[in-house]
């Protein structure tokens, strides 16, 4: 009868296909879904190995956890840290373990981030970590996004596709409106999720992985036609009805596992995934903190040079902040 | 209308295993050609059949059937151009199309009397560490 244990995926039709509909259709994107320690960050490394073993180049957008950067220390390929001004990522311990090469590059403005990116390399776009305001961050993360489009649009684009960006907590950066606060954050989840859609066709994909369906911005999850199924997904809605008579199934998923929903919404069996390792002895640190300065009139104004008054005013404002405009 | 056929559309409605089969046929590789998309079905079915230690000499006799008519197929399909008309190319495929139906009765038969529908939802899969290298 069936066997219990796992049986290879590589060399089944299944992966083929897989392989086929999904790896190299460039640009195609992915929403991974997932409660708290489903293993959404762990499958999520999984296949960015693939992608990029593919061909694609990775940027990750990490969002601050604990030890997250750590398993990449340990894929065999340099890493580039990509942080906003003034604020830094620091890697400690492991002087005894063969660790693969780290750059640290500090933009000046988040319209600058683009420009570090390189083929061949794991590109961190390390900014969650130094924003303790969510407006704050999805102003940043809307600018980083629309200098993406204009420079891929114009064709200036120093991006190297065939690409793919991997958002871990996406709603941090395209928040449904329940968990929206301001109107200065729904501004930037509608300007992200306008771009979602549109760099597809320039071969550049977003692999999103988020702890609910409806935690997305209905724009942008609206978007994803591929979806990776971890533990109690919250697959509730219009948009994701035919899963829903497998939400049993669903909440039952061990934390290796994790199902992949095709654009037609159907799947085939259960992938098991593996953990990825750490190194041991090595930590992270961030380093400095990018804010909204607020101006005292009690409103809320954006990110901008901090000027000496600010810095007296508020014990919080360690970086000189964001230079430029957001709105 | 082939008797075969009622019944396999039935079969792609439930969510079973000839649902995957049939999703795996119809509708995820629009690039390959029928007798690939074929052959792929016929894969999936040997593969259940593995797991189910069904007799090896049934195994090998339908894989070879499937594999026939996909070939058939897919000389069909490069001759679709020569015809003059569209019926006299509907007469031709006629016979072919008989000849799947029936295979694809057969596979919906064996799946539906193994009562796969949990199993293949269920089934677990070792993802692979690396990608091997693109063709």
Known sequence: MIREDPVPLEGTVLWEAFKKSFIYDRGVPLLGLGQTESGKTEKSYQIAKWLMESGETWIRMDCGKPHELLPLLMMGKKIKIISPPDCQVEIMGGGDLDLPEIIYETTTCPEESWDYVERGVINVFSFRAFFLDGTAFGSYVARVFNSLMNEVCTGDSPIPVPCFIDVDEFSEVAPSYGLIENRHQKEAASKIARVIKKLRGLRIRLCGYDQAWTDVYPNARRAFPWLMICRSPGTSGKDTSSLERFSPLFESLRIEEALFVWPNRKWIGKWNFSLFPRPPGVSVRYRGQCYIARAKKRRETWIRETTDEEEEGDPREVSPGIPGSLS | ?135
């Open chain 2, 1 to 135: 209308m082939s008797p075969g056929r009622d019944s396999f559309a039935a079969g792609l409605r439930g969510p079973d295993y000839l649902n995957m089969a049939g999703w795996v046929f119809l509708e995820t590789h629009p690039s390959l050609t029928l007798y690939e998309r074929t052959v792929q079905l016929g894969n999936i079915t040997v593969r259940l059949m593995d797991h189910l230690d069904t007799d090896k000499d049934r195994k090998t006799a339908l894989f070879t059937e499937i594999q026939g008519t996909a070939r058939k197929l897919d000389e069909l399909m490069d001759q679709v151009e020569n015809f003059e008309s569209i019926e006299g190319a509907f007469t031709y495929a006629r016979g072919y199309m008989k000849d799947l139906f029936n295979v694809q009765y057969r596979l919906w038969s064996i799946t539906q009397d193994a009562g796969l529908l949990k199993n293949t939802m269920m089934q677990n899969f070792a993802v692979p560490g690396s990608l091997e290298p693109s063709p």
